[in-house]
């Protein structure tokens, strides 16, 4: 497995992502964080562990440049603001498509709280190029508008003791007009710390892109 920093233009600005290539991937899944978090994030970075084990190449980026990320450590003007973050997720894509080691590769995202909603906001947008979204814990309700647009096929996980977000994925989930499913985990409060939890996740997004970016595959559908 091969791990290296990248960094990806993203309009005006630069972000930074690191890039985990498995040798003859099955597939590329981009991760969105939520707000406050990184690249770093230990959580996501275990799941990313999981999928890399399965085959899977991974980037793991942040959304937000990191002057971006203390002011709205302060302000939180950007938490919400799904559109941008969409549009770097974009950006990301653009970059990975054009690289000759991830632009064979079916892309998917894997997009955990305000990072989910924009992860469907960008598959939304770019119903050819995603092939499958996972969302652990994730706000999809700020992407209401763009839910019915979404093409890909969408799993949202979230904990069953995560009581507001859970009844927010319902929601979202009956508008949600394509293959989607929501899967609880018994106990699971937001974050996921609960033993065995963050297992259960990972090993449900493992299935999810295996089962979608395997079918997206040039050399499966052939």
């Known amino acids: 497995m091969e791990e290296r920093e990248v960094t990806i233009e993203a309009g005006s600005v630069s972000v930074t992502g690191s890039l985990h290539l498995a040798e003859r991937a099955s597939g590329m899944v981009l ?62 894509s653009d970059w990975l498509a054009r690289s000759a080691d991830t632009g064979r590769l079916p892309l998917g995202y894997f997009g955990a709280s305000t990072g989910a909603a924009a992860a469907l906001a960008a598959a939304a947008q770019r119903p050819a190029q995603v092939k499958a979204v996972v969302s652990r814990g994730g706000r999809p309700d700020l992407a209401q508008p763009q839910l019915s647009r979404v093409q890909a096929p969408t799993l949202l996980i979230v904990g069953s003791n995560d009581y507001l977000v859970l009844e927010m994925n319902r929601q979202a989930l009956a508008e949600l007009r394509v293959e989607s499913g929501l899967e609880t985990v ?3 409060t937001h974050l996921f710390e609960e033993p065995g939890a963050l297992e259960r996740v990972a090993e449900l997004a493992r299935d999810w892109f295996q089962r979608y970016l395997a079918y997206s595959c040039p050399s499966q559908a052939a």
């Open 31 to 92: 991760f969105a964080h939520g707000s406050g978090s990184s690249r770093f994030s230990p959580r996501n970075r275990f799941v990313a562990s999981v999928l890399q084990r399965a085959g899977m190449a991974t980037l793991l980026l942040d959304l937000l440049t990191s002057t971006e990320e203390a002011s709205n450590s302060r302000t939180a003007l950007l938490r919400f603001d799904i559109g941008l973050l969409a549009g770097r997720l974009m950006a990301a």
């Open 186 to 188: 018994p106990g699971a």
